[in-house]
């Protein structure tokens, strides 16, 4: 429950209260949503795009994907948009254009670009501690020792407080339950009862959040970089600061304006038949993946309570949804005359903030930034570019001096051999002809 006592917390329900269900802003720019386009318009070579044609099908040949959606746009035309494959093995469903995917951690872009446009209403800075708004993370404590014969542990106290920024860029000391590298902290996080992926369960973001922020810490908030669930944390805390519930404020503020009608928590059953089987192998056959026993189903997109709101990993998508969303970035925060977030802010938001574990990437407050030495590696775009990935085998990319977008969507675990993951980059950069 929202204490509306907060001076903060009642003007961000006013601000929620005057916007509606309105969009951000009107803008005196106005970029086309994205359209189809040729190839040779936008300076690429037709023929080299073909050549993921070749990368898709020969990865569902050698089985190592069931199937594939693949996108690439580059100045908002869609010049290359393809289904390839399976979208379910055991009914032989032939994936479409359309078909939704679960995309997990390229969740956590959407959340951060909510948190980044509640900043730019002045209701709180990315140096506060979050513990202003979520008390729950007052006196946050680091893991010193841990007793596995007695599931027990020690803490020393952190010698600062987590701050929202700390939260965007990883580097707050959270970890992240089932898939966290540290054995103990996966025992803490479970003996706890937190959420750390997905749920069918009558179980809320803030009932989870508020669990985690009791839990040690991996290092002193700020320290370093380390994977962890504090996109969580921020939905909860879009949350509190909007006055809305987190998928309604994703929904007025960012999906609904910016078109992406494909885009939810829980798929609607209407559009269920869209959604993509996720797949393993098993035998050398693709069959359905059942999901983690003990922390969530495979199938909690479409049943469920269909209470909890992961900001870290909750949404499903298409392809065509997500290259919307990206595209707004490469217009500087606007699209169909619609201002989104400043110019300004967006370079704050591109600017590096730390520096992630492997030294071709840097991370800012919303995505991973190619840096030089990843430019060097080749096949992976200009300076700048920003991507990431997600669980269930998804990946993206936007090269802002190129202005070219690629997403390429698939549903697997466990998946052994998948080259797709690099090739579909270097196919996309070799065909510019310009």
Do not use: C
Not at 40 to 45: I, M, N, Q, R, W
């Amino acid at each position: 429950m929202i204490h509306m006592k907060h001076p903060i917390l009642q003007l961000a329900l006013l601000l929620s209260l005057i916007l509606g269900t309105q969009a951000q802003t009107p803008s005196a720019q106005e970029s086309s949503a994205l359209s189809p386009g040729s190839p040779k318009s936008v300076g690429l070579s037709k023929e080299r795009l073909a050549r993921i044609d070749a990368m898709a099908e020969s990865a569902i040949k050698d089985k190592d994907v069931p199937g594939v959606v693949a996108l690439v746009a580059r100045n908002g035309k869609v010049v290359y948009h393809k289904a390839f494959g399976l979208a379910d093995n055991s009914s032989g469903r032939k994936m479409t254009k359309d078909d939704i995917f679960r995309i997990a951690s390229q969740s956590k872009a959407i959340t951060s670009t909510g948190v980044m446009m509640l900043w730019e209403e002045g209701l709180f800075k990315l140096d506060d501690p979050v513990s202003k708004w979520i008390p729950e993370f007052k006196n946050p404590q680091v893991l010193k020792s841990y007793n596995y014969t007695s599931e027990t542990y020690t803490t020393i106290p952190a010698d600062r407080e987590i701050t929202i920024r700390h939260l965007l860029t990883h580097s707050s000391g959270l970890g992240y339950g089932l898939i966290d590298g540290d054995e103990r902290m996966k025992l803490i996080y479970k003996k706890a009862g937190v959420t750390d992926l997905f749920t069918i369960d009558p179980i809320t973001i803030g009932d989870s959040v508020k669990k985690l922020a009791k839990l040690p810490l991996h290092f002193h908030p700020g320290d370093e970089y380390r994977y962890s669930e504090g996109l969580d944390v921020l939905g909860y805390f879009i949350e509190v600061v909007s006055g809305m519930s987190f998928d309604q404020f994703l929904k007025t503020r960012l999906f609904d304006p910016l078109g992406m009608r494909d885009t939810f928590f829980y798929v609607p059953d209407a559009k269920a038949n869209r959604l993509v089987t996720v797949q393993e192998q098993v035998d050398g056959n693709w069959v359905k993946y059942s999901g983690v026993e003990g922390y969530y189903d495979a199938d909690y997109p479409i049943k469920g309570a269909k209470t909890f709101f992961g900001g870290g990993a909750g949404l499903s998508s298409t392809v065509s949804d997500y290259a919307t969303f990206l595209q707004m970035y490469l217009n500087g925060g606007e699209l169909n005359g619609i201002r989104f977030l400043s110019r300004t802010t967006i370079k704050t938001i591109m600017s590096p903030q730390v520096a992630l574990n492997r030294e071709t990437e840097d991370y800012g407050l919303v995505f991973g930034l190619l840096n030089e030495k990843g430019i060097a590696l080749g096949g992976s775009g200009s300076i700048g570019t920003f991507r990431w990935g997600g669980y269930f085998n998804s990946q993206y990319f936007a090269d802002p001096n190129e202005r070219i977008i690629g997403v390429i969507m698939k549903q697997t675990r466990h998946q052994t051999t998948d080259d797709t993951s690099w090739q579909f980059g270097q196919l996309v950069f070799q065909a510019i002809d310009d």
